[in-house]
């Protein structure tokens, strides 16, 4: 079996933490494949990072789908471009977002959702209430600029875990979920250190990657993710008219 995890930025040292963490869970049968977007910022944070990060995204989804992958992970946790990324590909695709609530709300009835900065709130909260978690969840933000997260004398981490103990004592939390595709390296270490399931999104939706190509399925393709109707594009989006990008 073949997962692709894309980074949507364009920060190959973060698609590094990504992979690591995707392969230190996936089955021995399992190949890992990250790749990082080749066009667009350098992290996502807020609606105007997203908006520019999604071409990039999806032509690596395309690729990675011609190359044979047999399932794809966004690996941002705004699940960035996940529905264009089904409606676009013949295989299962998931959003990390999705997945560690799906996952957070097996473990616990009242969930925390710690992320970057006070700007991802907004778009995060719309996802929980997508993804029907409004009722069990509070998303909370550490002041955290994504790329600081890479560098260990940022106090990202000082901070993060600051933040961890205030959901704890104010949310009074039994699951925290760590809001960026970047901590995905932190989650075991901090599970250990607070004594309750803490989620990584990456490493969620890898398993539940693995589940769905064992059980056979993918998206339907009728109906909000049926292809989309063949059309010309102009412009520079030109390259990503239905059927372009998935063929160039």
């Known amino acids: 079996m073949r997962i692709l995890v894309v980074n949507p930025n364009t920060t190959a040292t973060m698609t590094d933490t990504i992979a690591a963490a995707a392969r230190s869970v996936a089955s021995p049968v399992t190949e890992i494949v990250a790749m990082t977007s080749a066009s667009g910022p350098v992290s996502i944070e807020g609606y105007y990072d997203e908006a520019f990060s999604v071409p990039g995204l999806l032509a690596r989804i395309a690729e990675g789908q011609r190359a044979g992958a047999d399932a794809a992970i966004i690996a941002c946790f705004d699940d960035t471009g996940l529905d264009a990324a089904?409606?676009?590909t013949s295989i299962p695709v998931l959003g990390i977002c999705e997945s560690a609530l799906s996952l957070a709300s097996m473990l616990g009835s009242r969930i925390s959702v710690v992320t970057t900065l006070d700007r991802s709130l907004s778009p995060i909260e719309h996802l929980v209430h997508r993804y029907g978690k409004s009722r069990q969840t509070r998303v909370r933000a550490a002041d955290i600029p994504v790329l600081s997260l890479e560098d260990p004398n940022s106090g990202a981490g000082d901070r993060l875990r600051s933040e961890?103990?205030?959901?704890?004592?104010?949310?009074?939390?039994?699951?925290?979920?760590?809001?960026?595709?970047?901590m995905a390296d932190l989650a075991r270490q901090l599970q250990t250190e607070f004594g309750v399931p803490v989620i990584d999104g990456v490493t969620a939706a890898v398993k539940?990657?693995?589940?769905?190509?064992?059980l056979g399925l993918s998206t339907s393709k009728r109906g909000a993710y049926a292809a989309p109707v063949p059309k010309p594009y102009t412009g520079m989006m030109e390259r990503f008219a239905p059927g372009i990008v998935a063929a160039d």
């Open 86 to 88: 089904r409606s676009m």
């Open 164 to 182: 961890i103990r205030l959901a704890l004592a104010e949310d009074r939390a039994e699951v925290i979920v760590l809001g960026c595709a970047g």
């Open 208 to 214: 539940q990657a693995e589940a769905l190509v064992s």
